[in-house]
């Protein structure tokens, strides 16, 4: 018996007419039997791969660079010689489609990641000088660029990176890049709606498919085997079509039993009945089509090898499943995700006759199944079909309505902008990294590798710097945080701050700086946590801190080794007891807290802790930057991944293997939990917690471990709440990730976390970022851009012209439960002498800020409450009362 393909569902699947007599496919006497194809799977997402085995490397058909360069190939950095200067980072491995039967594919490779752990001096604006693409043994140059669209031959290209940096330092990596033929297991299935008639064999039916989806099982069983999709109760043909392998010339018999509609199976061009047919060795053109009659019911099953079946990606016509949205402005501008099948590389979005701008994803590429678009502008209103072409077809059109007018506050829109001195000039902030919106309005901003910290006071309309002062404690700064116990007018800034040249591994701390109003900028340091790990020589440190309800810290610490084996790339340090981890600091003990963190040895590898109110809260977590507390009180960091070529992958507590192939380098979103493990190793808390000897990849199912929610590329760092009322309270709750930002622009996603803190869907936001998050009062994000010099806005556009009270949010939003402090209440239009109430008690002592905004004293309250001005309110809560 031939291994089957069955396809059914309750209310109706690939189904057909008649009684529900079920006929057995039994292969001919005569026919030998098939030898399994080994059929080579493409994979689509380049970030998804994996290294393959080197055979050879063909010529590029992309012509060899002949103009200047920057930088020759370079050799690889010996393994044992220190990193201390530039980084190559090549991304992939690639791996794409031969779509078109060329024999070759067009790939955008992706160099912007590469960096330098010297910090250019002021007034330097690009830290990478230049960058060389080359093949690995001819060193043939194929061009100078950060990123590089080049097109490949079928088989496996091994491509070399080299970066020089503003210091002259060299750095070389390799990466992989791999053309298939696009041939896959199992058949891509259409379904059209309404269709009651089967086509001629090999055409498709004039109504354009809704449905598709590719089974590499090809085995339906229930409804959920084909995507769980929702199959109507009316008439609808299904088709699913690719190649039948013959592994040896013969008689093939397909057993086809079908109920309440009409079915047919055909074979290199021709139906196929009961006698079988007689086919060569080799492949041929396979087709399953199903004319379901109208009714609640219906069942197909086809009984053939599904070892024998394929089909090619190049061949799938695009279908468009869904859309994130309906309807937007005539103005355009409006960000829409469409989600299907078949869009492949080159493809094109067309709205209502009008090309949209197609935004690439964070590895520089749509994905076979997901594009975001931006809408283009519409001569007038009305509904404006939607569709992707492709080589292999154009899809089925989804509506979208335009309406009258520019964008309204219920479409989020968002300008590319930068933050500007009072001449309009971009700012200069040289080195800023880590930035936070102080409960003071002020923006503070700490320099990685310079360790400054500045204060700024900027308006939020227009974007531009007002008013600056700074001061230097030294060391890198990549977090700046405020306790929101603190509740004094002038607030203490808490500096995370890691002395990464000292050469000692505990030289980590928390420094508080008060900000002072008059007589300077900042108050003298005094330092809040000492002791905490750093990896000399390197980048991990200390990151920025979330708080808990009784105001302890949760403060993410960077781990010291790669995947938890030293090595010199990676400072040649080992894991110590409080490194990898987000640490609790348990600043609720108020006067009786000892921050001071001691050891029983200077040896990290075996040390154990002897001092200091600071402990494990998550375990493996390798290089968070940020720990963001949700508001639906959940907590969050994006974790950067492994790399290759920087240490050994710890796999026990006495084993370790090679990266290659067991280590995986995406950046990982973590939902944290207490005593949670997160798959970065560290054998020294192994001793005792043996779960943490083992390198656990971001989808790993094992005891103790909690995968990872999304996995981004690298490197992802910035992470905020959007807890603003604008568009609606259409972003209210939503998480923004921003991508590390080097040469290019970067890349913002957002995703929506429920009330009770579950993911939504991550989709790209805008292209433009840079290595942290601000969020400001009224909805922009300010993002420091560390080796540009400059902060990048993404400013929020909304009218507020005859819109009545608008309130968007609370600075600070969470506070102790006794009130009486102050807050500043964003919004527009409000009267002269408002009425506000937070929680529905009086907010006292209001105080206009111009036409934007108000100050009052709050009342005592509890949980989570809305703000209210006027009888103004918004969706959800704007402020959360403290347990303290």
């Known amino acids: 018996m031939v291994s089957g393909l069955t396809i059914t569902t309750d209310d109706g699947a690939f189904g057909a007419d008649g009684g529900a007599a079920v006929v057995t496919a039994t292969p001919a006497p005569t026919e030998a039997p098939a030898a399994e194809t080994p059929v080579a799977t493409p994979v689509t997402h380049p970030q998804n791969a994996t290294d393959g085995a080197v055979a050879s490397t063909p010529a590029p058909v992309t012509p060899e660079y002949t103009g200047t360069v920057g930088v020759q190939p370079g050799q690889l950095s010996n393994p044992d010689d220190p990193d201390d200067g530039a980084h190559a980072v090549p991304g992939g491995p690639y791996v794409a489609v031969d779509v078109d039967g060329s024999g070759t594919a067009t790939i955008l490779l992706e160099g912007t990641g590469s960096h ?448 938890g084996t030293k090595h010199p790339s990676s400072g040649d340090v080992a894991e110590s007891p409080l490194s990898g981890a987000v640490v609790k600091v348990a600043l609720s003990k108020g006067t009786a807290f000892d921050g001071k963190i001691t050891y029983s040895t200077n040896n990290p590898e075996t040390a154990q802790q002897t001092g200091g109110d600071v402990s494990v809260w998550a375990a493996g977590v390798r290089n968070g930057l940020s720990v963001e507390r949700h508001s639906s009180s959940t907590f969050w960091i994006v974790d950067n991944g492994a790399n290759p070529g920087f240490g050994d992958i710890s796999v026990s507590c006495t084993e370790t293997v090679g990266f290659k192939g067991n280590g995986d380098i995406h950046d990982r979103l973590l939902k944290l939990e207490e005593g949670g493990y997160y798959g970065h190793p560290n054998p020294n808390r192994g001793a005792t917690d043996t779960r943490q000897c083992v390198y656990r990849k971001p989808n790993d199912v094992a005891p103790g471990f909690t995968p990872a929610a999304h996995l981004f590329d690298a490197s992802t760092n910035g992470l905020a709440t959007f807890q603003n009322n604008l568009y609606n309270g259409a972003l209210k709750g939503n998480l923004f990730f921003s991508r590390f930002a080097t040469d290019f622009n970067g890349t913002v996603h957002t995703a929506p976390v429920s009330t009770d803190g579950e993911l939504g869907d991550v989709t790209v936001f805008r292209s433009y970022s840079g290595l942290s998050i601000a969020v400001t009062p009224y909805g922009s994000l300010y993002m420091p851009q560390v080796r540009k010099g400059k902060v990048v806005v993404l400013a929020a556009q909304y009218e507020t012209a005859g819109r009545g009270t608008m309130v968007l949010s609370v600075t600070p939003n969470r506070g102790p439960k006794a009130g009486g402090y102050r807050v500043y209440v964003a919004g527009h239009n409000f009267a002269a002498s408002p009425t506000v109430t937070v929680g529905g008690k009086p907010c006292t002592d209001a105080k206009l800020d111009g036409s934007v905004g108000l100050t009052c004293t709050m009342p005592e309250g509890a949980g989570k409450v809305a703000a209210v001005v006027d009888g103004a309110s918004s969706s959800g809560h704007d402020f959360e009362y403290l347990d303290v």
């Not at 392998?245 to 397909?254: K, M, N």
């Open 116 to 563: 330098t752990h010297l910090a250019p001096p002021a007034g330097t604006s690009e830290s990478v000088v230049a960058y060389t693409w080359s093949v690995f043994e001819t060193e043939r140059i194929l061009g100078v660029t950060p990123t590089l669209t080049a097109t490949f031959p079928a088989g496996l290209t091994r491509l070399l990176l080299t970066v020089k940096d503003w210091n002259g330092d060299v750095h070389a990596d390799v990466t992989n890049v791999t053309v298939t033929d696009g041939v896959t297991a199992g058949l891509i299935c259409y379904y059209h709606p309404g269709v009651k008639a089967l086509p001629p064999i090999g055409q498709a039916p004039e109504v354009k498919p809704t449905y598709a989806a590719v089974v590499d099982d090809v085995s339906f069983v229930q409804l959920s085997d084909f995507g769980g999709f929702a199959f109507a109760a009316d008439a609808w043909l299904g088709r699913c079509i690719g190649s039948y392998t013959a592994g040896a010339a013969g008689t093939v018999v397909f057993g086809v039993g079908a109920t309440a509609g009409t079915a047919r199976v055909a074979v290199a061009g021709k139906a196929v009945g009961a006698a079988g047919v007689t086919l060569p060795a080799g492949a041929h053109a396979f087709e399953v089509v199903f004319a379901k009659a109208a009714g609640p019911t219906a069942a197909l099953t086809v009984d053939a090898p599904a070892s024998a079946l394929t089909h090619k990606a190049g061949d799938v016509v695009p279908v468009i499943s869904s859309m994130s949205s309906t309807g937007g402005p005539t103005s355009g501008g409006a960000r829409v995700v469409l989600r299907g099948v078949g869009f492949l590389p080159g493809e094109e979005v067309n709205v209502g006759g009008n090309v949209a701008t197609i935004l690439a994803d964070t590895a520089g590429k749509t994905s076979d199944d997901e594009i975001t678009f931006v809408t283009p502008p519409a001569a007038a209103a009305g509904a404006a079909p939607v569709t992707v072409t492709t080589t292999a077809g154009t899809s089925n059109a989804i509506a979208y309505t335009y309406a009258s007018g520019a964008a309204s506050d219920a479409s989020p829109v968002y300008v590319e902008e930068v933050l500007r001195d009072a001449d309009g000039n971009e700012y200069e902030l040289h080195g800023g990294g880590a930035i936070a919106l102080g409960p003071d309005g002020k923006i503070y901003v700490g320099n990685v590798g310079q360790g400054r910290v500045h204060k700024l006071s900027v308006d939020f309309q227009t974007h531009t710097v007002v008013d600056a002062c700074d001061t230097e404690i030294g060391g890198q700064i990549l977090g700046v945080s405020f306790n929101p116990t603190d509740t004094a007018a002038e607030p203490t800034l808490l500096v995370s701050i890691g002395d990464l040249k000292g050469g000692n591994w505990d030289s980590g701390r928390v420094v508080k700086l008060k900000s002072l109003a008059t007589g300077g900028c900042f108050g003298p340091p005094e330092d809040l946590v000492t002791g905490l790990p750093v990896q000399i020589g390197h980048d991990h440190a200390i990151g920025r801190p979330a708080f808990r309800q009784n105001g302890d810290m949760l403060l993410p610490v960077g781990g010291m080794t790669n995947a």
